[in-house]
Structure formats: structure tokens, C-alpha cells
């Protein structure tokens, strides 16, 4: 039986008590015995049997505002006494605990808070001030210690990259992938701690960093029109050589707030370490807003190629115009103006007000998203808008505005600036606080916490007692059964089946590790447990697919020297402005049948491409070849020397869409007499069309998924000669 169908089947045990419960009650209020019941209902833990014996909460139907056990007072209400008065005439019972320790009747009010809470004031209020201030203190103290070293914060080579080999280090074994023995050990609390962050990256820099050695002072920095402009051209060598910022004798950069809002457009959804030389080389280009304002296109483009999400660099460049023109070069300072700068959303404005000018406002990403699951709770996943766009800034801004230590008292530079925090949080999420991050580990400075690594302890030791788990798990069911209710008090944060899908991947991850015997690993397997099921996993979805035909024609001219027909793509949509080889899209998944049920299921619906006849690929591309040669005078009559369908595919994937593309090349006769003509550009419906060395694509700038199939052709040119 599958994981999906147990938890169903435990799901439908507990509704059915649960309804039999209900009816029961009712034909008992007709003789004024019980009142109406809510939703608070209960197995007794005196029970032998899981689901043989509850207790019913009496509720009152005229008073939803004083409920049976108020969000806030549960933990008292179960710590104090079995019984509690909750308003005249009313009596509630509770479940004595199981326990007289006080640390497991800590973990079960933990727990039963956790699970009844129905309002996304639950989380906020666990960061109270106090507590959020110790947080920012920790973050900011574990960032000034292990901070990455990076060209956009003013530091000196050798840069740090990569963080990546960091997470998988610091695995619990609780990813989709495969455990191997080390990762089951570290899910266990067993084997070596890992090592230090540092280790992680190429160097790190001095624990005493300051905030002025950040290039961030506390006082608003402006960009001024004295800097210097430097000369664009460079020789192709040059252009080649992308400086990666090994070299630890390289100049350093100021910090500046054009600087920091190149480097977040290029973070959006790219790798640190790929982002690393790309920054270097634009910020050599182009020191200047009013540098890249004067940029052509064509200059943006190939100082971007290879990045991917060509949009980005066209609204930067927009964006530079933008400032240059009606802020007289100088990037805004407030999170307002920024706003209205093209390609500049919240999380940019945020980082590059709070990075460049020290303004107190949080900024909100994945990683940080992930953070504060872990620290508040959420049972959600990082993608949900209602926690990257709307309440998680609300989480974050608690720990962003924090400034006054526990008991009051003055503001200490140990507080650090909004910079900083931002930062800390965002680099925490990508290494201690990664999706297999353990939450237990000595180097995470917020290990003492997070909320998610207590209720992975409360939930495994309330599965060791068959009663408790028996209450637990009704409840979860309780809770469950009534998300979904038209107006009833729900979470926002929370996804209306988070507290379900948390709660039984937390209770899978401990069965599978249930033969520990020694009490400090096995709360240790907990506590990881907790931490590695929240947030939830986002739903799956799957890519979409398209087949395209792309004819690859080359014109061999003087000196064996070879120019390819180029097209420039659409000024909207994908890789908009980009030059391509001619291509024709013969199949698009998007017009398939969607599946249905899978997505339910947490599958994508499964997605089977095609393979299309190559004399469907040739037809098409004679029709498209046709159109360009003919829509030129120059090249109304062309003849091919040869032409060679490839046989393997090429595969390029993107974040969202896989291309499959089928290569033909064709070499061509054509009569030119001037070879100026070459570098003559013709239209076709809007789009621009012309012939191009490779000479040419480099300093114009092609995608990777052309650089794959210009290689793929050229294998077989020479296979062929």
C-alpha cells in the first residue's frame, strides 16, 4: 500500500469516529443532555484502542467569539487542570496529560497550538519582539562570522560561490532523493556533525567585518555623476576572458546601489557562482547607470549571453534609461520611486533600499520564505503567494525592525543594519536553513528557534504512545475535515491540507527511523524530522514540451569561411530579441489534453513527446526557408550544394518549457558578387533576418540552447567532410 493511500485510509478512520461521534451526540441533545458539539473533539488517551472512546466538548452556539478553548490559553488551559471554566454554566473537560514531565507536556502544548491554531496571528505572534530581536542579534553576529565573499559587497578576490555543497553536507536525508547510509545516520542524529560554513566556500572573510566594511554606513549613499566613465570597446580576447574573481590582487568595488541592483536581477533565479564573473565583466562595461543607459541592445545582449531569462537584461537596460532620464543617474533610495523603475518589483526595490541605503524594510525570497516556516510554523510551501508576496513580508518585517534589546536599553551596533539582516537571512537559507538542512546543526544560529524541529520532537513522541497518537491524530483529522468549511476560521498562512501533509510526512519520516534505541538520537531524528517536512513540498507541475524543427543553413564564402542565416525572435515572449537559427515549432504539449487526477496526487500529469516524421520536419522548414529567401531580392534564388537531416535531438530545457529540437543542416549556393550584402539585415512578418559569423553571434550574443545545436552541426560538417 502506498504512502498516499495509508494516510487516506487513517484519514477516513478518523472522519468516520468522528461522524459517528456527531450523531451520537445529537440524538443525545434532544433529551438536554448535550449541547451541540464543535469541532473540538477528542479520543480519550485513557483508551486501549486507538479509536474506540472520545470525549465531547460541549459547545455553546450563541457565542463563536469566547470559543471552547481560546487559541492563546490552550497551553494553560491543559497545563493548569483537567478542568477548566470557560464562561457561565459551561464546563470544558480536557485530557489529563499522559505525562507529569514538563518537558512533554511543553512538546503537547506545543503541538495542540499547532494544530488548532485557525488564525495567521498564530505565527506572527510567535515572534514577538523579544524573540525576534534575539534572532536578528543571532543572524547578524553568524553573518558578520561566515558571510560570503562577494564583488557586489565591496570585497576583495578570491570570491565565494557556490553554497550548494553546503546543503547536501548538511543533509537530514529527508529529500526526495535517494538516503544513502550517511544521510540515514545524519536523519538518525548519528555520524559527524558537518562541518564549518567556511569550509563550504573558497575563503571567508574576518569575523570582525563591520557594517562600514559592508559599504554600508548607516547614512544614505547617492551615486554621483563624477564617476568615471570607462570605454566600452574591448578586443574579442578580452571579451573571452571572464574574469571570475579568483584573483585575489583584483581592484575592489565600491558598494553602490547600482551595483547592488544589477547583481539582484541577475540572482533572479541564477546561481551566485554563475552570476560571479557575469557581474564582473558588466560592471567593467558598463561602472554606470548612464554607461549602460548608452548601451545598444546589441552590447546588453552579449554581455548577458548565457545567463538565460533574457528578459531581465532588456528591463535593466530600460530600467538604467529610465533613471538616467528623469533621476538624473541616480538609483532612488526609497521603495516607492524604485517601484516605478521598469523590471523593479518589491524583492529588488527592498534589497537595493535596505542593501544600498540602510532603509528598514525586509526583503523576501525563497530561502528566506523557508526560514520562516521554519521559525513560525507554516505549513505551506515557499511558492504560495500568500506567503512570498503577501503575510511572510509581515514575518519578516518583525525581524527587520527589531531594534530594541529584551527589558529595553539602547540599540547597539550588534543589532546590524537592515542590509545585513536581509542578507544573513537570505545566506541562512541557502546553506543551515537549505531544504535538507537538519535545524540541529552547532554552526545554524537559529537552531534554538525554530518551531519546526519542536514539533517534529512533540509529534515523535506522541507516536510512541498508541493513546496520544490516537488524540493527535483525530484531531489532525478534525482539523483537516473543517479547512475547508465556507467561512470558517482558517489560517491564511497555512495551505488549507498543510497542517495533513506536514503532520504524516513528519510521522513517516520517524516510523522509518522507529529502531532507534538510545533517547539523544532518536529525539535528535525527531527534531530533524520536524525540520525536513516543513514547509511542505510545492504542487508538482509539469514542463511544457515543445518539438521544433530548426534549419541551420550556412553560405561558405572566401577562405572556407562559413556565415549562418540568423533570426531575430519576437520583441515579446520567450527569449524575446534573441538571434536563432530558422525554426518552425511542429508540437506544443500545452495543446494536449490536460491530465486529470494527477496533480491532485501531487504528480504532474505525464507528458509523452512525440517523434515526428522527418519528412513532416522538411516540409515544414522548405515552407518557413522559402518565406526568408524570397522576401530578399538579394537571395530570391538560392540553390543547396547538400543538405543532412541530424539524426540525434538536441534538448534544451528552461524553467518552465523543454525544447526537443530535430537539426537539418543545408549549405547553399547563392550568388553573391559584393560581399557587403552579407551583412545587409532583411525582414520578414516583423522579424529581422540576416547572415552572421560566429564572429558575429559573440559579439551579438546567442543563447546557450543555439550555442548546443551550432555545435551538434558543426560535429557533423566535419564528420561528413
Known amino acids: 500500500m502506498t504512502i498516499a493511500a495509508k494516510r487516506i485510509l487513517t484519514l477516513s478512520s478518523h472522519l468516520w469516529n468522528l461522524e459517528c461521534i456527531a450523531a451520537f451526540s445529537n440524538c443525545q441533545s434532544n433529551s438536554g443532555r448535550w449541547r451541540t458539539p464543535g469541532r473540538t473533539i477528542l479520543p480519550s488517551p485513557m483508551s486501549s484502542s486507538t479509536h474506540s472512546s472520545f470525549q465531547l466538548f460541549p459547545h455553546d452556539d450563541d457565542n463563536n467569539a469566547d470559543d471552547v478553548v481560546e487559541r492563546e490559553g490552550l497551553a494553560s488551559s491543559i497545563r493548569r487542570s483537567p478542568r477548566r471554566r470557560a464562561g457561565a454554566g459551561r464546563e470544558v473537560v480536557v485530557p489529563p496529560s499522559s505525562s507529569s514531565s514538563e518537558d512533554d507536556d511543553d512538546a503537547r502544548t506545543t503541538l495542540d497550538r499547532w494544530i488548532r491554531h485557525d488564525h495567521h496571528s498564530y505565527h506572527v505572534d510567535l515572534l514577538s519582539p523579544e524573540k525576534a530581536y534575539e534572532i536578528r542579534l543571532a543572524l547578524v553576529n553568524w553573518y558578520r562570522a561566515n558571510r560570503r565573499r562577494l564583488p557586489w559587497r565591496g570585497d576583495a ?187 523593479v518589483g518589491r524583492y529588488t526595490a527592498s534589497a537595493i533600499a535596505s542593501i544600498a541605503y540602510g532603509v528598514e524594510v525586509p526583503v523576501v525570497d525563497g530561502n528566506v520564505c523557508r526560514v520562516l516556516c521554519r521559525l513560525t510554523g507554516v505549513a505551506n510551501h515557499i511558492k504560495a503567494g500568500v506567503l512570498k508576496d503577501d503575510l511572510g513580508w509581515t514575518l519578516a518585517d518583525r525581524i527587520v525592525r527589531a531594534g530594541t534589546p529584551p527589558g529595553g536599553g539602547e540599540e547597539g551596533a550588534g543589532r546590524g543594519s537592515p542590509g545585513e539582516v536581509n542578507q544573513a537571512l537570505m545566506e541562512l537559507g541557502a546553506t543551515y536553513c537549505s531544504p535538507n538542512g537538519s535545524g540541529i546543526d552547532d554552526g545554524d544560529p537559529l537552531r534554538e528557534f525554530y518551531v519546526s524541529t519542536r514539533l517534529g520532537v512533540a509529534i515523535g513522541r506522541a507516536v510512541r504512545d498508541a493513546a496520544d497518537r490516537g488524540r493527535v491524530e483525530s484531531l489532525v483529522a478534525s482539523e483537516f475535515a473543517s479547512s475547508g468549511d465556507e467561512g470558517g476560521g482558517r489560517c491564511r498562512l497555512c495551505d488549507p491540507g498543510g497542517m495533513f501533509t506536514a503532520y504524516y510526512d513528519i510521522v513517516d519520516r520517524i516510523d522509518a527511523d522507529s529502531g532507534i534505541s538510545s533517547k539523544a538520537r532518536r529525539e535528535n531524528a525527531y527534531a530533524i524530522a520536524g525540520h525536513s517536512s516543513i514547509p511542505i513540498s510545492p504542487p508538482k507541475k509539469s514542463k511544457r514540451e515543445e518539438v521544433i524543427a530548426v534549419a541551420v543553413i550556412s553560405l561558405r564564402v572566401s577562405n572556407n569561411d562559413r556565415h549562418w542565416l540568423m533570426a531575430k525572435r519576437p520583441s515579446e515572449g520567450l527569449l524575446a530579441g534573441q538571434w536563432e537559427f530558422p525554426s518552425v515549432c511542429l508540437w506544443n504539449s500545452a495543446e494536449q489534453a490536460k491530465g486529470k487526477g494527477n496533480e491532485k496526487a501531487g504528480k504532474p500529469p505525464t507528458v509523452a513527446v512525440p517523434l515526428i516524421d522527418p519528412d513532416l520536419r522538411s516540409d515544414a522548414l522548405n515552407s518557413f526557408l522559402t518565406d526568408i529567401f524570397e522576401s530578399s531580392d538579394d537571395y530570391s534564388s538560392v540553390t543547396f550544394e547538400k543538405r543532412v537531416q541530424i539524426k540525434d535531438a538536441v534538448v534544451h530545457v528552461f524553467s518552465h518549457v523543454s525544447h526537443t529540437m530535430w537539426v537539418e543542416h543545408g549549405e547553399v549556393e547563392a550568388a553573391v558578387d559584393d560581399l557587403s550584402l552579407l551583412s545587409k539585415r532583411w525582414k520578414l512578418n516583423g522579424r529581422e533576418i540576416g547572415w552572421m559569423t560566429e564572429g558575429d553571434m559573440e559579439s551579438f550574443g546567442i543563447t546557450s540552447g543555439v550555442r548546443k545545436v551550432l555545435a551538434l552541426t558543426q560535429r557533423c560538417i566535419t564528420s561528413l567532410a
Open 157 to 343: 578576490g578570491p570570491y565565494d560561490g557556490s553554497a550548494a555543497g553546503y546543503g547536501s553536507a548538511a543533509a537530514s536525508g529527508g529529500g526526495k532523493r535517494r538516503a544513502s547510509s550517511n544521510d540515514k545516520k545524519r536523519r538518525r542524529g548519528e555520524g559527524r556533525a558537518p562541518a564549518d560554513i567556511r569550509s563550504f566556500f573558497a575563503s571567508s572573510s574576518s569575523s570582525s567585518s563591520s557594517s562600514s566594511s559592508l559599504g554600508i554606513d548607516g547614512k544614505r549613499r547617492k551615486e554621483t555623476n563624477a564617476e568615471s566613465t570607462r570605454d566600452r570597446t574591448t578586443n574579442a580576447e578580452e571579451e573571452a576572458d571572464m574574469e571570475d574573481g579568483s584573483d585575489p590582487h583584483a581592484p575592489t568595488r565600491d558598494v553602490t546601489a547600482y551595483g547592488i541592483w544589477v547583481s539582484e536581477v541577475m540572482l533572479q533565479q541564477t546561481r551566485v557562482e554563475a552570476v560571479i564573473p557575469y557581474w564582473i565583466k558588466w560592471m567593467r562595461s558598463f561602472p554606470t547607470v548612464r554607461d549602460l543607459a548608452e548601451a545598444t541592445d546589441e552590447e546588453v545582449n552579449s554581455h548577458w549571453a548565457g545567463l538565460g531569462f533574457y528578459r531581465r537584461a532588456r528591463l535593466l537596460h530600460a530600467g538604467a534609461r529610465r533613471v538616467a532620464n528623469e533621476y538624473g543617474g541616480i538609483v532612488p533610495d526609497s521603495v516607492s520611486e524604485l517601484l516605478k523603475v521598469e523590471g
